[in-house]
């Protein structure tokens, strides 16, 4: 079932990602996910822009990648959208970051 997002509950979120906002949006993303009775995932898959633009879009598009890392589930993301416009802005933060390793990839989960 997609969970029933406000207008307003999806800019604040795509706002939160996108200025690097970590305090504000993992609360109001617990608080939407545990109202909607589903996952964060769940509630992050839906929170789309007018232009289809995501959290992660955001996040990495404007250099976030260090705060909102948890919200890539692996690697093998590259595999399934290299062409997108996140696999892009990651793809750019990586070349500027350096090389990650699995261990950096596991700490930056918590």
Do not use: W
Not at 1 to 14: Q, R
Not at 93 to 108: E, H, I, Q
């Amino acid at each position: 079932m997609a969970p029933k997002l406000s207008e307003e509950e999806i800019d604040d979120l795509i706002y939160f990602s996108r200025s690097g906002e970590k305090e504000e949006f993992f609360p109001q993303l617990s608080s939407l996910a545990e109202r909607e009775k589903l996952s964060q995932a769940e509630i992050l898959s839906s929170a789309k822009d007018a232009g289809q633009s995501t959290c992660l879009h955001m996040a990495t598009g404007n250099g976030h990648l260090g705060e909102f890392g948890f919200l890539i589930p692996a690697p093998i993301f590259f595999f399934f959208v290299p062409n997108s416009l996140v696999a892009y802005h990651l793809k750019r933060s990586a070349v500027s970051l350096g090389p990650l390793s699995s261990a950096d990839v596991s700490a930056s989960r918590g």
